[in-house]
């Protein structure tokens, strides 16, 4: 009898914790060897329906659950949770709750183990994950110094080592630079080829669409608004609330209302001359002896700057960034923040002055409520009980989640949860707001508000992000600096710095299509624009 791999009929499921359905009478079936991208806003309900199809509802997260989900013809609930592992492999949002093993190696190995395939077995079947997916090189490593996207690339090995039916992906490029982003798809793309079902949660939809998923599911508020092929996605779906292609969403914004520009107060304070907020000299580093991460930093931040920091995974971003907020200190060389050396500070003194946003959000997260979370860093730099309840209130507001200061952060989405941690540090108005990775996790619109608010925000002198997302550069920074291999690559404006084509492929970086329009129409310009403005040229 044939039977489709995953059947779901009329499903609801509501969190313990919260009042209303994260999911609303979801139906639907997935073929063998579909691609289906599952999209739609931050709290959509997205993830909740991957852990329903997984099997972690009502298993690990609990609450009121009805509906049938049929899995290989077989109802879920008579599956043990080790029967739904080795029918479905599930990368999870936020790697850094997935990897357990503290080698590469062994991390990989894990499911095999407990699989109980014989050694041999096991050890083929790691390297020829890691060889798949092109990092092989990384086999030996400790888990604990990977990048972000090094953990995304071995969480995703861990589950191929297992060879599933179905893969049930969770943002898997949220952490990616642009090209690992197109490798890991192109990989996906040959792995549904040659008959496994696929299953993609991601707000990257642009990126997705190049590899032709088979259809789009796209949720709002729990309920399947659309589920049919790609190719009338765009009849249906907003342009504001997802990232849709720049040629795409000129033509459709062409008659909508002019976009209002955006006056930063942060850029309004640039002054390159003055003393420079914090500065690196000469820095070297590196976490073992054998292998150096920063090559000779240089580098002063002033008053006004809009930095954003872009390259290739592991190629020092953060680590450079822990340099300036005191977590690291370089084996050569020194960085001083207002002029004191941060050998000399600890990073409490710090966090006064640099306000960091990790790029995990449970590297932050730990408070009963979001309004015990966002007082916490406020009180412990003794500002007054009056002053840390408005920066509260305003935070939220800030990141569109007023209505939740009373939710456990840790019940919350992984993009709600980001935007929680930014909130944290924003209630702090520390002078300098240090974001690693904010628009992970986040839908288009989400972050385009919260960006525009952030820079509009009169208690920053300098904001420094660390991204992949190049359309986020470009709209937002007013200068970037291009990483590669632990060395600064290019420092200028955006334009200075992403005109040259050759030297973003050699970082590892991949022209969007608003990179694209911006570089036709910067001759008329003089800047770099959003979509919805070239529409109106």
Known sequence: MAFYPIEIEHLTFRYRSREENALDDVSLQVEKGQIVLIAGPSGCGKTTLA???????????????????????????????????????????????????????????????NLGFARSEIE??????????????????????LSGGEKQKIALAGVLAMKPSILLLDEPLASLDPASAQETLQIIRSLADEGLTVLMVEHRVEDVLKIKPDRILYLEKGKIVYDGPIEHITDVVDYREVKLPAQIVMKKAKSAPKLAEI??????????????????????????????????????????????????????????????????????????????????????????????????????????????????????????TEDIEKAVVESLEIVNLSEMIDTPPLAMSFGQQKRISIAAILAMHSKILVMDEPTAGQDYKNYIDFMNSIVQLPSFDAILFITHDIDLAQIFANRVLLFNNGQIMADGSPYEVMKDAQRLTDCRLVASSLLQENLKFYPQTGKFLRAEQLAHL
């Open 51 to 113: 852990r329903c199809i997984n099997g972690l509802i009502p298993r690990s997260y609990k609450g009121e659950l009805s509906g049938e989900l049929r899995m290989m013809g077989q109802p879920i609930e008579k599956l043990t949770l080790a029967k739904i592992s080795q029918m479905i492999g599930t990368v999870l949002q936020d790697p850094e709750r997935q990897i357990l093993g503290s080698k590469v190696r062994n991390e990989v190995a894990f499911g095999l183990e």
């Open 263 to 384: 006056k930063s107060l942060v850029e309004s304070k640039r002054n390159p001359s003055a003393e420079p907020l914090v500065e690196f000299r000469n820095v070297d580093f590196g976490y073992d002896k054998e292998r150096t991460v920063l090559h000779g930093i240089n580098l002063s931040i002033h008053k006004g700057d809009i930095i954003a920091l872009l390259g290739a995974n592991a190629a020092g971003k953060t680590t450079m960034v822990k340099h300036a907020i005191g977590l690291l200190k370089p084996v050569a060389g020194s960085v001083l923040v207002q002029g004191k050396d941060t050998k000399n500070l600890s990073v409490a003194e710090i966090a006064s002055t640099l306000g960091y946003v990790f790029q995990s959000p449970s590297h932050m997260l730990f408070a009963p409520t979001v309004r015990e979370e966002l007082s916490f860093g406020p009180k412990n730099l003794k500002h007054d």
């Open 124 to 145: 083929k079947g790691v390297m020829d994950a890691l060889t798949r997916l092109n990092i092989p090189q990384l086999a030996d490593r400790e888990t604990f110094n």
